[in-house]
Nanobody
């Protein structure tokens, strides 16, 4: 079992930056997938970024070039650096993990954090 605790959200103006963190505990298999999923108000969920056991990353088209996902295995922390934020990035962000499979085919969020709110004002 994996426990996830995300933090780092807040309110910023357009063009600002935030870094989300997700501390996790528990064990993963040799293949795993971690990611950040976001849910804007009254919209569906979207996997903003993922990273797998080989360090391969994927990004939603809407965040490419602005967001960077990284994983510190020694500290067991997942990060999402978000730069040049836009109002459309406003959403509840939560970290998610599939501790048994890589990210091929997408992230299966078997475990997730409680979520952290990001609000970007124009």
């Amino acid at each position: 079992q994996v426990q996830l605790m995300d933090s780092g959200g807040g309110s910023v103006q357009t063009g600002g930056s935030l870094r989300l963190s997700c501390a996790f505990s528990g064990n993963t298999a040799s293949r795993y997938c971690f990611g950040w999923v976001r849910q804007p108000p009254e919209k569906g969920r979207e996997a903003a970024a993922t990273i797998d056991n080989e360090g391969r990353t994927t990004y939603a088209d809407s965040v490419k070039g602005r967001f960077t996902i990284s994983l510190d295995n020694a500290k067991k922390i997942l990060y999402l650096q978000m730069n040049n934020l836009k109002p459309e990035d406003t959403a509840l962000y939560y970290c998610a993990a599939d501790p048994w499979n890589d990210c091929n085919g997408g992230l299966a969020p078997n475990y997730r954090g409680q979520g952290t709110q990001v609000t970007v004002s124009s």
